[in-house]
């Protein structure tokens, strides 16, 4: 019998997410693990009168084609994806693995050189997104590998990701709508402020949000949400910040990280676990060593560490800051092939300082 969950997400997604409307071109994303969602979700969009479009992807397929793939074949763009990425309306993605870590042995110079090709569909979807030309969601659909990965059998796992999609309450869009409406009163105090420090065991960072938007993550792009974030200016950032999670990338786990920066560039990065990889990753392309985002998470739902960055992001207490390609509506201009978050736990003491005013503290906000 299905979770009666699976069906409540799917229309969140479509109804709420997305806000399908009569005559949407709808791409849905979806892998074979998470064909359950994904076919709830192509019933829901044709329920709103859209048009869905499945379009599957496998990591298996993917590690056969970074095994087996040439220089030239690695510069090849999908037309299905570009496609989509151009001129659709809305795109949902619903990911979800049977093995989170297929990708662990392959060459990160294949990995550097399928994300550069594909980068130009990454600026694509964010130009028409902050235009308003394209409604995006992305979400997980809850597998045995990924309960794994966060050390829960399958049935916690999955109360686990109901709850924090807010899928446990009669009215799941009305509890959206009312994480809106405090992220707004959030973004309206940062409004027009510049200057942010942010202190505390793990950090000692300096960095400007003049001129810039804090967006509110209110669960339109992320299917759980809860943060607030913005893209710092460039050149601003100094000082230094210390993970207090493992970053997962590409199915490689970089434990440790801490990051010193100079005018807004990473000077200096060590980690304790895949090092390495840490400086091929910055070393994709001259904006991988800038900040493109800067955000706290909001999301109180979310409490434990998951490996999994939809979520742990979002942990109500933290701060995470990525490396690479920024988000054009918050006002940032880095560009990047690379967008990797790195999430700072700030409830041992960490504050956040705005224009020399407390703002943040133990994982709080003081406004």
């Not at 999955?158 to 899928?167: G, H």
């Not at 001259?286 to 434990?304: D, K, S, V």
């Not at 390609?325 to 705005?354: L, T």
Request: hydrophobic share 40%; proline share 4%.
């Amino acid at each position: 019998m299905q979770d009666p969950r699976i069906i409540k997400l799917a229309k969140l997604l479509t109804n709420y997410c997305v806000a399908v409307t009569k005559g949407d071109r709808v791409a849905i994303r979806t892998s074979l693990p998470a064909m359950p969602l994904a076919r709830e979700t192509y019933r829901a969009v044709l329920q709103a009168g859209g048009q869905p479009h499945i379009i599957l992807r496998d990591t298996g397929l993917a590690q056969i084609y970074l095994s087996e793939a040439d220089d030239d074949q690695l510069q090849y763009v999908d037309p299905f994806n570009e496609l989509a990425i151009e001129q659709f309306d809305c795109l949902i993605g619903i990911n979800g693995s049977n093995n989170t870590r297929t990708l662990t042995s392959i060459e990160p110079a294949k990995q550097q050189a399928m994300a550069m090709a594909s980068r130009q569909m990454g600026e694509t979807l964010m130009r028409r997104s902050a235009a308003g030309e394209l409604r995006w969601v992305g979400t997980l659909f809850p597998t045995a590998a990924h309960a794994q990965e966060a050390d829960m059998s399958l049935e916690e796992f999955e109360n686990f990701v109901y709850k924090a999609c807010r899928l446990d309450s009669d009215d799941p869009v009305a509890d959206w709508q009312a994480v809106q409406a405090r992220h707004a009163i959030l973004c309206d105090y940062l409004a027009g402020k510049d200057k942010v420090r942010v202190t505390g065991p793990n950090a000692d960072l300096t960095l400007s949000i003049k001129d810039r938007t804090f967006i509110n993550g209110d669960g339109r792009h992320n299917m759980p949400c809860g943060e607030i974030f913005t893209g710092p200016v460039e050149q601003s950032v100094n000082g230094w910040i210390r993970y207090t999670y493992p970053a997962i990338v590409q199915g490689r786990e970089v434990e440790g990280i801490e990051l010193t920066f100079e005018e807004g560039k990473v000077v200096k990065a060590t980690a304790k676990k895949n090092e390495a990889f840490l400086h091929q990753v910055l070393d994709t392309d001259p904006g991988a060593r800038y900040l493109g985002e800067f955000a706290i998470g909001t999301n109180n739902h979310i409490q434990q560490f998951t490996k999994s960055i939809l979520f742990d992001e979002k942990i109500g207490g933290t701060i995470h800051l990525a490396v690479g390609r920024s988000y054009p509506e918050s006002g940032g201009k880095n560009m990047s092939a690379v967008h990797w978050d790195m999430i700072c736990d700030m409830r041992d003491g960490g504050q956040i300082f705005v224009d020399d005013e407390l703002f943040y503290e133990s994982g709080e906000f003081t406004v």
